[in-house]
T-cell receptor
Framework: GIQVEQSPPDLILQEGANSTLRCNFSDSVNNLQWFHQNPWGQLINLFYIPSGTKQNGRLSATTVATERYSLLYISSSQTTDSGVYFCAVGRGSNYKLTFGKGTLLTVNP | SAVISQKPSRDICQRGTSLTIQCQVDSQVTMMFWYRQQPGQSLTLIATANQGSEATYESGFVIDKFPISRPNLTFSTLTVSNMSPEDSSIYLC???????????FGPGTRLTVL
């Protein structure tokens, strides 16, 4: 099956700093999503981005499908950004997603 | 976006027993998915549940251990059978967002097996 690698595995920031999270995948995909899992376990969809660039407030994402990677940018980080960020990919029309191992982000005040 | 609820939110169970987890969506959806998240790990898809057909299980998961029902377009259940401590995990249901291709997740069920 398709492999998804995320980096870095852990990241510690001071409030106000910027960060870039990376997701590499091993095969062509037609579905790529970024999720944030908060400390209570809830998964929130951040972006559906199989290609191109999107922005939502302090967050933005870029996927370069031909080179099989996606980047998630977090600017002016806040303590509420803490949690695990997952990249998940899918192929075909069955909506099944394969998740990476995630990046654990800790934002300190 | 879809609003998803799960019951129970958490449970502590004894080895050898079974637990049924419910997933309710506020709108009709074609596909529902069940995932397992073991402690400190990523999410692994257990099965895909379509209304009116048998669930499709991923490699490593079998119907006898994780029977699934999908009686209508807004509801599904996952049963964890004959539990062992290795089944201690968060179990999450999700749905596809239809035309948006976004996937939405329920709040999860935290299961501890003693």
């Amino acid at each position: 099956g398709i492999q998804v690698e995320q980096s870095p595995p852990d990241l510690i920031l001071q409030e106000g700093a910027n960060s870039t999270l990376r997701c590499n995948f091993s095969d062509s995909v037609n579905n790529l999503q970024w999720f944030h899992q908060n400390p209570w376990g809830q998964l929130i969809n951040l972006f559906y981005i199989p290609s191109g660039t999107k922005q939502n407030g302090r967050l933005s994402a870029t996927t370069v499908a031909t080179e099989r990677y996606s980047l998630l940018y977090i600017s002016s980080s806040q303590t509420t950004d803490s949690g695990v960020y997952f990249c998940a990919v899918g192929r075909g029309s069955n909506y099944k997603l394969t998740f990476g191992k995630g990046t654990l982000l800790t934002v300190n005040p | 976006s879809a609003v998803i609820s799960q019951k129970p939110s958490r449970d502590i169970c004894q080895r050898g027993t079974s637990l049924t987890i419910q997933c309710q969506v506020d709108s009709q959806v074609t596909m529902m998915f069940w995932y397992r998240q073991q402690p400190g790990q990523s999410l692994t898809l257990i099965a895909t549940a379509n209304q009116g057909s048998e669930a499709t299980y991923e490699s490593g998961f079998v119907i006898d251990k994780f029977p699934i029902s999908r009686p209508n377009l807004t509801f599904s259940t996952l049963t964890v059978s004959n539990m062992s401590p290795e089944d201690s995990s968060i179990y999450l249901c999700s749905v596809d967002g239809g035309s948006t291709d976004t996937q939405y997740f329920g709040p999860g069920t935290r299961l501890t097996v003693l």
